[in-house]
């Protein structure tokens, strides 16, 4: 079964790979961390750019949800409307009033039932549901300005800083391909800043390629907070947060563990 986007030149995507994304998103940007199948998201479905949407911190709602899904040709469109529900009967019902940002706004939940989009998810594997939330997990981090909850994201770097003796250029490249210790013990303190400066600023420019079983998983990342975002292991079901909530329970037993 399909979820179709009338707004959009009727393109298409499976309801599981909504359901996926509808859980990722209620994850990272949602209000909390409740049953996702009984969640009332927020429609503003509102006839503004994507960019402005952002902008207003309108991150966590039914229409930046399709805009997400759809293609970025369409990403400025409104999709959330009744021309959409009506599309799609059996994938979402109207979830009551929910209060957003300040004020009461309209909500969806998705429907129940033997033909609705969760039963389709229900009837998946857990091999094949890490698959599809790690895949969309990989789409909602590249919202902008997007901040995983309870993930702290590194200072901006300062880009004034620049490698430029050709010894200090073959220093990083060995550092980025070894974990081993490469700075000679006698080195001072002003040289080890400038090295973890200079290797902090390329780890924020150089483009990253997730890989899952040796090959390429999802589209490439760049910057610190896109690689928190795009980060998995041992499986892509097990992302940022879920580490950072691990190790929060790690931590509240073991408090001298720094």
Same mark, same amino acid.
Request: proline residues 5%; aromatic residues 8%.
């Given at each position: 079964?399909?979820?179709?986007?009338?707004?959009?030149?009727?393109?298409?995507?499976?309801?599981?790979?909504?359901?996926?994304?509808?859980?990722?998103?209620?994850?990272?940007?949602?209000?909390?961390?409740?049953?996702?199948?009984?969640?009332?998201?927020?429609?503003?479905?509102?006839?503004?750019?994507?960019?402005?949407?952002?902008?207003?911190?309108?991150?966590?709602?039914?229409?930046?949800?399709?805009?997400?899904?759809?293609?970025?040709?369409?990403?400025?469109?409104?999709?959330?409307?009744?021309?959409?529900?009506?599309?799609?009967?059996?994938?979402?019902?109207?979830?009551?009033?929910?209060?957003?940002?300040?004020?009461?706004?309209?909500?969806?939940?998705?429907?129940?039932?033997? #033909? $609705?989009?969760?039963?389709?998810?229900?009837?998946?594997?857990?091999?094949?549901?890490?698959?599809?939330?790690?895949?969309? #997990?990989?789409?909602?981090?590249?919202?902008?300005?997007?901040?995983?909850?309870?993930?702290?994201?590194?200072? @901006?770097?300062? @880009?004034?800083?620049?490698?430029?003796? $050709?010894?200090?250029?073959?220093?990083?490249?060995?550092?980025?391909?070894?974990?081993?210790?490469?700075?000679?013990? $006698?080195?001072?303190?002003?040289?080890?800043? @400038?090295?973890? #400066?200079?290797?902090?600023?390329?780890?924020?420019?150089?483009?990253?390629?997730?890989?899952?079983?040796?090959?390429?998983?999802?589209?490439?990342?760049?910057?610190?907070?896109?690689?928190?975002?795009?980060?998995?292991?041992?499986?892509?079901?097990?992302?940022?947060?879920?580490?950072?909530?691990?190790?929060?329970?790690?931590? @509240?037993?073991?408090?001298?563990?720094?």
């Amino acid at each position: 079964m399909k979820v179709v986007f009338p707004h959009a030149a009727r393109q298409d995507v499976s309801y599981v790979q909504f359901v996926a994304a509808w859980k990722v998103l209620g994850d990272m940007m949602g209000p909390s961390r409740g049953d996702w199948r009984e969640a009332a998201v927020p429609r503003h479905n509102r006839a503004v750019s994507f960019e402005r949407q952002l902008a207003e911190g309108l991150h966590y709602n039914l229409d930046v949800l399709c805009r997400l899904l759809v293609t970025p040709s369409y990403r400025n469109t409104m999709h959330a409307t009744n021309v959409f529900l009506g599309a799609n009967p059996n994938l979402v019902e109207p979830g009551g009033k929910v209060l957003h940002n300040g004020r009461l706004v309209n909500a969806v939940r998705l429907r129940r039932g033997e #033909r $609705s989009a969760v039963a389709h998810w229900e009837q998946l594997t857990a091999r094949q549901q890490e698959e599809l939330e790690a895949e969309a #997990r990989l789409l909602v981090g590249k919202l902008p300005q997007v901040r995983k909850k309870s993930v702290a994201v590194p200072a @901006r770097v300062n @880009r004034s800083v620049r490698i430029t003796d $050709s010894d200090f250029d073959n220093l990083l490249r060995r550092a980025r391909r070894s974990h081993t210790k490469i700075l000679p013990a $006698s080195a001072d303190n002003e040289l080890r800043e @400038r090295y973890l #400066r200079a290797l902090i600023s390329s780890i924020q420019e150089e483009e990253f390629q997730p890989k899952w079983r040796r090959k390429a998983f999802g589209e490439a990342v760049r910057g610190w907070p896109q690689r928190l975002q795009s980060y998995f292991w041992p499986t892509p079901r097990v992302g940022y947060s879920e580490t950072a909530e691990i190790w929060s329970r790690i931590h @509240r037993f073991c408090p001298a563990i720094e």
